[in-house]
């Protein structure tokens, strides 16, 4: 009852506050606009719009009474704006356990932690130990030979990018089990997730997945015996391991969704054909405890300059005082702040705002101000499990495949300050930074397109292509959702302003948000998007028919490979 309540006065909220928003925008795409919408799609009410939840589900009826309110044409399933996307939710097992032979049994959550949870129901019975070595010293890891049936364990030394860890477990594919020993490293809620379930849209078992474990340094001494630290690389332990581990599945509680609306061309010859412009408005949810904001941030901004893509290790002395220094300066003018939710203003609040104001510059516009192809406008759901609402549409679409001609993806474009940007880059540090990703990698006419559009912009930007370089150990080209289309052969790019200091923390707030610059990213992809109509003529579409073919042929993640084969 009280649930019903609750979904009761939510919708009212929403629909009472997408009608004021209409009668109060007066022009499209300004920064005032982008202010209102987004300070509703990353309010508290909505609880940190994870996938399958509540609050994702509010917004998802937002954007549809936007797409609405504009006059879209309905575009998902059986006539309506939304296309539903299965999901389950996939929780570890709490009746996982693993015992060495030495008499050690591990605590799930505290000393071993599964994470691999597309494996069949894995059964340890007295295999034997090995010890891997450093993944910061790759020289003398142990190579694969031997391995085959063993419990591998891999050391992480605090501080080191976890990201890096993924291209060095394939040598360890026919190990038993691989240990890897970071589990110190995560964050209590990162913990909390990964034991209490993710949304998943696939629940099939792949046997020839690697079985991972996340291990704490005390779970990876009572299975080694001693401290990694103190063990030389190939050493079996002498213990054998035994146990089991698995995941549970059940459906998630609200229905996840994509949001889809067609805006039609203007030309009769084209207008069966799209340009798909997309955002994701799924976040990643709230915490179970609360954390002073102020204190967090003060934290992150002298420690993790890159949220939570930032590596958590331990603080010097120098910068204990800065992080002081700047609580104390905020200490004279508030007292604390506790906040647990996440609310994902950056992330992807403002893409998704800005394919709304996009929507209502050309839903506006006449003649030959309007596009002559069709835009398809997408807002995906599960981006942040995985991608996983624009890879069900793009291999489930509502329409042709063929007919998208282009993606434009817009994720996290809504900062803005020199402090937003601690990676540096071309242009980092000033309001002129983009991060593109993807541009050329299928069709180098659609790159020169974007690079026209922007050419024309009043203040144009510098476009960052660094972390589009093929073999970038970051692979952000295959993270974000243009990705899912470019499986496809369509020529696909993510625009981003780049990750900062409150990527994925509590401290993703409207307030931080450069609306003047997050106003510029969206004009020129509108700008980008009516131009579209210049380029890409049908005799490249056997060339996107044989990238996809070998795409199909050489399997996930091996896009770039694909485009290599097919130039």
């Given at each position: 009852?009280?649930?019903?309540?609750?979904?009761?006065?939510?919708?009212?909220?929403?629909?009472?506050?997408?009608?004021?928003?209409?009668?109060?925008?007066?022009?499209?795409i300004t920064p005032a606009d982008l202010r209102q919408r987004l300070y509703l799609i990353a309010d508290d009410s909505m609880m940190g719009?994870?996938?399958?939840?509540?609050?994702?589900?509010?917004?998802?009826?937002?954007?549809?009474?936007?797409?609405?309110?504009?006059?879209?044409?309905?575009?998902?399933?059986?006539?309506?704006?939304?296309?539903?996307?299965?999901?389950?939710?996939?929780?570890?097992?709490?009746?996982?356990?693993?015992?060495?032979?030495?008499?050690?049994?591990l605590q799930l959550g505290t000393d071993f932690l599964p994470v691999s949870f597309a494996v069949p129901p894995k059964v340890l019975d007295?295999?034997?130990?090995?010890?891997?070595?450093?993944?910061?010293?790759?020289?003398?890891?142990?190579?694969?030979?031997?391995?085959?049936?063993?419990?591998?364990?891999?050391?992480?030394?605090?501080?080191?990018?976890?990201?890096?860890?993924?291209?060095?477990?394939?040598?360890?594919?026919?190990?038993?089990?691989?240990?890897?020993?970071?589990?110190?490293?995560?964050?209590?809620?990162?913990?909390?997730?990964?034991?209490?379930?993710?949304?998943?849209?696939?629940?099939?078992?792949?046997?020839?997945?690697?079985?991972?474990?996340?291990?704490?340094?005390?779970?990876?001494?009572?299975?080694?015996?001693?401290?990694?630290?103190?063990?030389?690389?190939?050493?079996?332990?002498?213990?054998?391991?035994?146990?089991?581990?698995?995941?549970?599945?059940?459906?998630?509680?609200?229905?996840?969704?994509?949001?889809?609306?067609?805006?039609?061309?203007?030309?009769?010859?084209?207008?069966?054909?799209?340009?798909?412009?997309?955002?994701?408005?799924?976040?990643?949810?709230?915490?179970?405890?609360?954390?002073?904001?102020?204190?967090?941030?003060?934290?992150?901004?002298?420690?993790?300059?890159?949220?939570?893509?930032?590596?958590?290790?331990?603080?010097?002395?120098?910068?204990?005082?800065?992080?002081?220094?700047?609580?104390?300066?905020?200490?004279?003018?508030?007292?604390?702040?506790?906040?647990?939710?996440?609310?994902?203003?950056?992330?992807?609040?403002?893409?998704?705002?800005?394919?709304?104001?996009?929507?209502?510059?050309?839903?506006?516009?006449?003649?030959?101000?309007?596009?002559?192809?069709?835009?398809?406008?997408?807002?995906?759901?599960?981006?942040?499990?995985?991608?996983?609402?624009?890879?069900?549409?793009?291999?489930?679409?509502?329409?042709?495949?063929?007919?998208?001609?282009?993606?434009?993806?817009?994720?996290?474009?809504?900062?803005?300050?020199?402090?937003?940007?601690?990676?540096?880059?071309?242009?980092?540090?000033?309001?002129?930074?983009?991060?593109?990703?993807?541009?050329?990698?299928?069709?180098?006419?659609?790159?020169?397109?974007?690079?026209?559009?922007?050419?024309?912009?009043?203040?144009?930007?510098?476009?960052?292509?660094?972390?589009?370089?093929?073999?970038?150990?970051?692979?952000?080209?295959?993270?974000?959702?243009?990705?899912?289309?470019?499986?496809?052969?369509?020529?696909?790019?993510?625009?981003?302003?780049?990750?900062?200091?409150?990527?994925?923390?509590?401290?993703?707030?409207?307030?931080?948000?450069?609306?003047?610059?997050?106003?510029?990213?969206?004009?020129?992809?509108?700008?980008?998007?009516?131009?579209?109509?210049?380029?890409?003529?049908?005799?490249?579409?056997?060339?996107?028919?044989?990238?996809?073919?070998?795409?199909?042929?050489?399997?996930?993640?091996?896009?770039?490979?694909?485009?290599?084969?097919?130039?």
């Amino acid at each position: 009852m009280k649930r019903f309540l609750f979904t009761t006065i939510a919708v009212v909220s929403v629909s009472v506050a997408c009608r004021s928003l209409g009668a109060q925008t007066q022009r499209a795409i300004t920064p005032a606009d982008l202010r209102q919408r987004l300070y509703l799609i990353a309010d508290d009410s909505m609880m940190g719009r994870a996938t399958g939840s509540a609050g994702a589900f509010k917004v998802s009826a937002y954007v549809a009474a936007e797409f609405r309110r504009l006059g879209l044409e309905p575009a998902g399933d059986r006539g309506t704006y939304f296309q539903r996307v299965p999901f389950w939710v996939v929780a570890m097992d709490p009746q996982s356990r693993l015992v060495t032979s030495g008499g050690s049994t591990l605590q799930l959550g505290t000393d071993f932690l599964p994470v691999s949870f597309a494996v069949p129901p894995k059964v340890l019975d007295q295999t034997p130990i090995v010890y891997a070595g450093s993944v910061a010293d790759t020289a003398s890891l142990v190579p694969p030979a031997g391995i085959a049936g063993k419990f591998v364990v891999l050391d992480v030394p605090a501080g080191f990018d976890r990201r890096a860890i993924g291209p060095l477990l394939g040598r360890y594919r026919d190990a038993a089990t691989v240990g890897i020993v970071a589990l110190d490293q995560l964050g209590g809620e990162q913990i909390a997730r990964i034991r209490d379930g993710r949304p998943v849209s696939d629940t099939s078992r792949n046997p020839r997945a690697i079985a991972l474990v996340w291990l704490s340094r005390r779970g990876a001494t009572a299975v080694l015996g001693s401290d990694p630290a103190t063990v030389t690389p190939g050493a079996t332990a002498g213990n054998t391991i035994s146990g089991q581990f698995d995941f549970s599945r059940k459906p998630v509680e609200w229905p996840a969704r994509n949001v889809v609306g067609i805006l039609r061309g203007r030309d009769p010859a084209l207008r069966q054909e799209y340009v798909a412009l997309s955002a994701h408005h799924d976040h990643i949810g709230f915490d179970r405890s609360p954390v002073d904001h102020d204190s967090l941030r003060a934290f992150n901004r002298v420690v993790r300059p890159m949220g939570a893509d930032s590596p958590m290790r331990s603080t010097t002395d120098a910068e204990q005082a800065s992080i002081r220094t700047i609580l104390d300066s905020l200490r004279a003018v508030r007292g604390p702040r506790p906040d647990s939710i996440r609310n994902g203003a950056d992330d992807d609040g403002s893409g998704t705002v800005a394919i709304l104001a996009i929507a209502e510059a050309f839903a506006r516009a006449s003649g030959n101000q309007r596009p002559r192809r069709s835009i398809l406008f997408i807002s995906h759901t599960g981006e942040e499990a995985g991608l996983l609402g624009s890879r069900w549409y793009s291999d489930h679409p509502t329409v042709p495949i063929d007919s998208i001609v282009g993606e434009i993806d817009q994720d996290m474009i809504g900062r803005g300050t020199a402090s937003d940007f601690p990676r540096g880059g071309t242009g980092a540090g000033s309001p002129t930074y983009l991060e593109v990703i993807g541009a050329k990698r299928i069709s180098r006419e659609f790159g020169d397109m974007l690079e026209a559009a922007n050419a024309k912009q009043p203040v144009p930007f510098v476009f960052d292509y660094t972390y589009d370089a093929p073999g970038h150990p970051l692979q952000y080209y295959c993270r974000a959702d243009h990705y899912s289309y470019a499986r496809y052969g369509i020529p696909s790019v993510a625009f981003s302003r780049g990750e900062h200091l409150d990527y994925h923390q509590v401290t993703d707030e409207a307030q931080y948000i450069s609306y003047s610059d997050l106003a510029r990213v969206a004009q020129m992809v509108h700008d980008a998007v009516r131009n579209v109509y210049r380029y890409l003529s049908q005799g490249h579409w056997p060339a996107r028919r044989a990238l996809r073919s070998a795409y199909q042929r050489l399997g996930k993640y091996s896009i770039t490979t694909a485009i290599a084969q097919t130039r």
